[in-house]
């Protein structure tokens, strides 16, 4: 079993729709990143938690230390953003631990 | 601020010749990281480093691959002679703080 495990693996939307990709992980943790991967390009970190939520315009991500889950919604989600969603949680001495990461399709 | 950079970005070779990658970090950072991602699959880390000294190595297939951080600035991943399961994108990351961790582009390799 994988330390941090992601669902959905793959999702396809239409643009509008409410998504949600969730993270859940079995070790402790000093933080959490969702990271973002278009196809062809680098990865980009879209939000570092470490308790409660944050929102950077449409996207919003949760976290919840006590149960150990984390989630990533995209409100009136749009083609662009179709890409990657990788869940990440860095352990002691700056370890970077993955999930296998959420491919999202947004069709117009 | 200029991000990690990262070259060659593409790469093609046959099977057991060799190829090596170069990565900038931010000015700085302290903490290097390679990371191998086969398609479809998450970053694998290969290895990691502080400053100049290596803090994991334990995924690192040692008996081709090799990495150096000289001067704990910038850092060279070297394959010896490559396989065809090392088709992959090699990411380099590296971090300030703890924490925070800042990608490079990728350098995609595919071993024909």
């Known amino acids: 079993k994988n330390e941090v495990e992601q669902s959905p693996q793959n999702l396809t939307a239409q643009e509008g729709e409410f998504i949600t990709i969730n993270c859940s992980y079995s070790?402790?943790?000093?933080?959490l990143h969702w990271l973002q991967q278009h196809p062809g390009g680098g990865i980009v970190s879209l939000f570092m938690l470490s308790s409660g939520k944050k929102k950077h315009g449409r996207l919003i991500a949760t976290i919840n230390i006590q149960e150990k889950h984390s989630s990533l919604h995209i409100t009136a989600s749009h083609p662009r953003d179709s890409a990657v969603y990788i869940c990440a949680v860095f352990q002691g001495a700056q370890k970077l631990v993955f999930g296998q990461g959420t491919r999202l399709t947004i069709n117009p | 601020e200029a991000g990690v950079a990262q070259s060659p970005r593409y790469k093609i070779i046959e099977k057991r010749q060799s190829v090596a990658f170069w990565c900038n970090p931010i000015s700085g950072h302290a903490t290097l990281y390679w990371y191998q991602q086969i398609l479809g699959q998450g970053p694998k880390l290969l290895i990691q480093?502080?400053?100049?000294?290596?803090?994991?190595d334990s995924q690192l297939p040692k008996d081709r691959f090799s990495a150096e951080r000289l001067k704990g600035v910038d850092s060279t991943l070297k394959i010896q002679p490559a396989k065809l399961e090392d088709s992959a994108v090699y990411l380099c990351a590296s971090s300030p703080l703890r924490n925070t961790i800042y990608f490079g582009e990728g350098s995609w390799l595919t071993v024909v």
């Open positions: 480093f502080q400053n100049n000294g290596v803090v994991d």
């Open positions: 070790v402790g943790i000093s933080a």
